[in-house]
């Protein structure tokens, strides 16, 4: 059975996307994974990649113009990705019943499947809630963040849908923030990975890689790889702190693997 996992936020900006790429590159070096753009109105998941020429999109696909198989693209970095470009028309006669059947069939395409949803609880990002069996919610250490985070964790609980967990990213760490166990209070829900601030993640950007893969021993990567672990039920904190290991606990009965 595949897994689906969908990464939102609420707040746009925050680092879904980053979020996205690095743990479909990191994860995809384990087991067989694919990167899906769910963010139809504004996608950059490929623009973040490298823009390339892409004749067949995830709109093609719903528009009986491309196979499946057509429309999937490996990167440089090995991770494979679903891209989306749409126009304002794509957008008006989008049937969303139908991107569910289709998100829904990718049997055989890959294990895991990451999708990058939209920012805001629109019915693009709810799609993408809906369609997927595990939620990784995506926040910075600022109330505005935190307060989107909440809604979205609400809407995704109401859906029935399983929250794995919170990734605090952009953390820098100075008193101006919120701290981690104040973001657990007001969310009610652990925070599973607290990625740095880091300049690395830009300048891989600039390059068009996943930053994990580019600077793969940057602080922002080695936390990518530390969630990534995590998310696949690895030992990654057997030998860390007690708060790890609660953590590690916590997110392996989250996901069925204990
Ligand atoms: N850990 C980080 N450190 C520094 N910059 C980051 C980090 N995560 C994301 N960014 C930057 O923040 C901006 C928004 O990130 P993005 O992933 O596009 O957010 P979203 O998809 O939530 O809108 C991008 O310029 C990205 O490079
Ligand atoms: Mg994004």
Do not use: W
């Not at 504004?42 to 196979?67: C, D, F, W, Y």
């Not at 849908?161 to 101006?176: A, E, L, R, Y």
């Not at 166990?181 to 690395?200: A, M, N, R, T």
């Not at 940057?218 to 690895?234: D, F, H, R």
Request: with cysteine; charged share 25%; proline share 3%.
């Amino acid at each position: 059975m595949n897994r689906y996992i969908c990464i939102v936020s609420g707040k746009g900006g925050v680092g879904k996307t980053t979020s996205a790429i690095n743990l479909a590159h990191i994860m995809g070096k384990r087991r067989k994974t694919l990167l899906i753009d769910a963010n139809l109105t504004t996608p950059n998941a490929h623009i973040q990649l490298g823009a390339p020429i892409l004749r067949r999109t995830l709109m093609h696909v719903l528009n009986k113009e491309s196979s499946l198989q057509q429309a999937i693209y490996t990167h440089e970095s090995g991770l494979r990705i679903l891209p989306t470009i749409s126009s304002t028309y794509d957008l008006k006669s989008l049937k969303y019943e139908k991107l569910k059947d289709l998100l829904k069939d990718l049997s055989g395409e890959a294990d895991i499947i990451i999708m990058d949803a939209a920012a805001g609880l629109g019915k693009e990002a709810i799609t993408a809630i809906e369609v997927c069996d595990e939620v990784l919610i995506i926040t910075n250490p600022e109330l505005s963040a935190v307060l989107d985070a909440q809604k979205t964790i609400q809407v995704a609980q109401e859906i029935g849908k399983t929250i794995i967990g919170v990734v605090v990213n952009k953390v820098i760490g100075d008193k101006h923030e919120l701290r981690i166990d104040q973001i657990e209070k007001l969310l009610d829900i652990p925070v599973i990975g607290v990625i740095p601030h880091d300049p690395y993640v830009r300048k891989a950007l600039h390059h068009k890689q996943p930053v994990s893969y580019k600077y793969p021993r940057s602080k922002a990567s080695k936390s990518y790889e530390e969630l990534a672990g995590m998310l696949l039920g690895e030992k990654y904190f057997a030998a860390e702190n007690k708060k790890s290991k609660s953590l590690y606990r916590y997110a392996l009965k989250m996901l069925g693997l204990k």
